[in-house]
């Protein structure tokens, strides 16, 4: 699957407060979940790499460091104010990309789309970012279901096995997944974005944005996987259960 010229951004300056531990350094896979979310960034091929990160956790600054010591497109920005919002670090990450774009012109980028995301999607794949990638809206987002708590997860993992046993109706099994969240991951007109960057306030300041534009202009890729995140303690009991995640921290 083709994708266009790209960067990315990831948003990973959250402070894990619900959840009462960096969730950016939990572990997938024997490394920290900041390095195997920027690793999937790195597998699409994008021309840049921007990662926003709390600017007070050495932690999470050293674990990113190898990769960008190993990767030169790879490109970390503090955030001084992180308890502002993710519209406050997405402004961040894209100021950061104009200042690599408009660099000297031996050096300067090719890019017509930005892949946004963040680090706490623990079932994201790359096939999904390339199917993000090759769309030709304006914007095209993930869609999912909205999963706020433990017991909603265990009654979608639940529902899923029964599907499978009784093979339910199309439409039955489209219902039992309902969609009701269009956001992150999602691919965006590079020029657009930078438009809208003096805009983005607070933390829904993009979702508000792409909800303005015309409905031809947006598209939606579903994976009801992304409804699992981590933001409780009962979320990474969880997922470490369902070996989502590595049962011990190495960090």
């Not at 790359?126 to 987002?141: D, I, K, M, S």
């Amino acid at each position: 699957m083709m994708t266009q010229n790209h960067a990315v951004i990831v948003l990973a300056s959250g402070l894990s407060q619900r959840l009462g531990q960096v969730k950016q350094l939990l572990n997938k896979d024997g490394e920290p979940l900041i390095c195997y979310m920027t690793k999937l960034a790195l597998a699409t091929q994008p021309q840049a790499i921007i990662i926003v990160i709390p600017e007070d956790n050495l932690l999470i600054a050293s674990a990113i460091t190898e990769l960008a010591t190993q990767h030169d497109n790879v490109h970390t920005i503090m955030n001084p104010i992180p308890e502002t919002g993710m519209a406050h670090s997405l402004y961040l990450g894209i100021k950061a990309l104009n200042r690599l774009d408009s660099a000297d012109s031996c050096d300067s980028l090719l890019i017509n789309r930005v892949l946004i995301m963040g680090v706490d999607q623990i079932l994201l794949d790359e096939e999904h970012l390339l199917t993000l990638l090759a769309g030709t809206q304006t914007v095209v987002a993930s869609g999912y279901s909205s999963l706020e708590n433990w017991s909603n997860w265990q009654d979608l993992d639940e529902k899923a096995v029964i599907d499978k046993k009784n093979a339910i109706d199309e439409t039955t099994a489209t219902e039992t997944l309902k969609k009701d969240i269009i956001g992150l991951p999602l691919s965006i007109d590079y020029e657009l974005l930078k438009q809208w960057q003096a805009l983005l306030t607070g933390d829904k300041g993009l979702r508000y944005l792409i909800r303005g534009l015309p409905t031809s202009q947006i598209s939606t890729v579903d994976n009801h996987q992304l409804s699992y995140d981590i933001d409780t303690p009962e979320q990474l009991a969880h997922a470490r259960a369902q070996r989502w995640l590595d049962r011990v921290d190495l960090i």
